[in-house]
């Protein structure tokens, strides 16, 4: 059933081409017809112009043979044409229509994909589906015309001929049935190796510095090679089901030239067909041979397409986890209150499991809006997840998250994360330049706001010695710069996104104790109206904290302000005074 789904959500976007593709086929249906002229016109010159003696009649056939023939090649060129350009707007549409649908997928769907799997879906699969469309699709209508076309014209000829040629056609449908129950799989296992296969290389390609760092190269080399063989022995497999059949299908092609000699000859010896009939069969035999031949590659690529139409219709059928309601969910236009979200945060009696492992357990906090608060923990405890289900990136378990006293499930998540913004652990830049990664968050930012963002984040203090300043061109995922760098090229990007309610994990790591002072100077002066999440190892990050809470094994083990935690004896105490 999904089988036919699969292709009825293909065919969706080949009908928005309906009229070009009829007109297509339809030249295609003319050529199989014209396959049929020159065989006979062939035949009549034999028996009509050779043997009949009217040699008048020899210029008209040879005209109508070369009209014909040139008629044949402007047709075949014109559909074509219309195919490919077909074939190309439907890839173009299906590939945006893709990327757009991968853009509404959840955390939860891209921590189980893996990018070599999407960039295949993405391409090779892509263009299995052009190919189908612009040659297997005409391919099977013209050759199935064909070798109908032949039947017709050869049965009004001579039946018994025309019966023995036909012999040959239920041992080869019965192979062709047994071809494509085999080959299908083997296109599958082919695929799905290549998807490993991408994956491989994609990882090795943006791990190649730990790699270096480690001396792994021929560690790697062995892992690549591993994936490269298992390929290999798939793709070899792939062609052995494929030179199983083929050669037996070919064999009983090759009966017809003798059927054509003994039968043909008899019955022309016995008077019942002329010399010209016999020659228009061997001009025909063709027209058997060569659909039957084409059948099993027809076959072949019919199942290739199929192999990667399931899969496209699997990636077209993943719905994401987190959505908005049916309404649209809560935005500026009707949340309470005209100003908008004013950053109240409330996790009532919080739980939540990643893969049914627990992570939080029965979080319950409250924070005013503009307050600053710390979130300190050893790693793993939860501090990333809280702000996790604070965007919205995942869903609790059991409990709300609240902001302004709503549920996060209740907001429009595109107005929800435009006014809670987030710099996670791992500061991510995009091939652009400095500028247009800063601007990434408010595309519409003059550079005077750019720059102000810049100097907020302390990127101002390297820029100089960047090539060509803020229009520097990062390197993929931000080579080329330092950890540091990355990190307040990030933070200056959520500073010129403004949202209601910040969060910073971890954002100073990776910078020196005095860059990181100068931030907080600059998170307190940015944070003002502003609630403010800070999630960190060092409890100097919460030097301006109105309120800290200590995570330990999915729990707050504590909450208060520096000198209330100073006070016991806790986890917080004890890392204040190991870092001090």
Request: net charge negative; charged share 20%; glycine share 8%.
């Amino acid at each position: 059933m999904k089988k036919k789904t699969a292709f009825a959500w293909i065919w969706s976007y080949v009908r928005r081409y309906r009229f070009l593709m009829i007109t297509g086929l339809s030249l295609s249906v003319c050529v199989a017809a014209l396959n049929m002229i020159n065989p006979l016109v062939t035949g009549r010159i034999v028996d009509k112009v050779i043997q009949g003696g009217q040699h008048s009649l020899l210029l008209k056939l040879i005209l109508i043979m070369v009209g014909t023939t040139l008629g044949k090649s402007v047709l075949r060129y014109t559909y074509q044409v219309i195919f490919e350009h077909c074939s190309q707007n439907v890839i173009l549409k299906m590939r945006q229509d893709l990327y757009a649908h991968i853009q509404t997928l959840d955390f939860s769907w891209y921590d189980g994909a893996h990018s070599g799997n999407v960039m295949t879906l993405l391409t090779s699969d892509l263009d299995k589906v052009r190919h189908f469309v612009a040659w297997v699709l005409y391919q099977i209508l013209e050759n199935s015309l064909i070798y109908i076309f032949s039947i017709i014209t050869l049965s009004s000829i001579n039946w018994k001929l025309t019966l023995a040629f036909m012999v040959i056609a239920p041992p080869v449908l019965f192979l062709v049935q047994k071809f494509k129950i085999h080959i299908r799989p083997a296109h599958l296992a082919v695929r799905d190796q290549f998807a490993v296969l991408n994956t491989r290389v994609g990882e090795n390609i943006e791990g190649n510095r730990v790699v270096k760092a480690f001396v792994r190269e021929n560690y790697e080399i062995e892992r690549f090679d591993a994936e490269n063989e298992a390929y290999r022995d798939v793709a070899v497999e792939n062609a052995d089901v494929r030179v199983k059949y083929t050669p037996w299908i070919e064999a009983l092609c090759g009966i017809l030239p003798v059927i054509l000699i003994l039968l043909g000859g008899w019955l022309v010896m016995k008077g019942e067909m002329t010399i010209g009939q016999l020659v228009t069969f061997n001009g025909l035999m063709w027209a058997f041979t060569q659909p039957i031949n084409m059948f099993g590659n027809l076959v072949d690529n019919f199942q290739n397409f199929a192999a990667s139409e399931d899969r496209l219709y699997e990636l077209w059928c993943a719905e994401p986890k987190i959505k908005n309601r049916e309404d649209g969910g809560i935005c500026a236009e009707n949340a309470d209150g005209s100003e908008g979200v004013r950053g109240e945060v409330e996790f009532r009696h919080v739980h939540f499991a990643y893969n049914e492992t627990p992570v939080l357990k029965d979080v319950c906090f409250t924070v005013k809006p503009g307050m600053t608060v710390g979130i300190l923990g050893p790693t793993g405890a939860g501090k990333s997840t809280i702000a996790n289900l604070l965007c919205r990136y995942y869903d609790t378990s059991d409990g709300q998250v609240l902001i302004d006293g709503i549920d996060v499930r209740d907001y429009n998540l595109q107005y929800l994360r435009k006014n809670v913004g987030i710099t996670m652990q791992e500061a991510f830049l995009f091939s652009d330049t400095v500028e247009g990664n800063i601007a990434f968050g408010n595309i519409d930012a003059s550079f005077e706001d750019v720059e102000k963002a810049a100097e907020l984040a302390r990127v101002k203090e390297f820029i100089g010695d960047l090539t060509d300043g803020y229009d520097t061109i990062v390197g993929e995922r931000g080579v080329g710069l330092s950890g540091g760098q990355k990190q307040r090229i990030a933070l200056a990007r959520l500073f010129l996104a403004n949202p209601k309610i910040m969060i910073l994990d971890d954002t100073t790591s990776a910078v020196d104790n005095d860059t990181e002072k100068k931030i907080r100077e600059s998170i307190k002066e940015k944070s003002g109206g502003h609630t403010t999440f800070i999630i960190s190892h060092r409890v100097s990050s919460f030097e301006n904290a109105d309120m800290i809470l200590v995570i330990q094994d999915g729990c707050i083990s504590q909450c208060g302000n520096h000198e209330e935690l100073m006070a016991q004896d806790g986890y917080y105490r004890q890392v204040w005074e190991e870092q001090n």
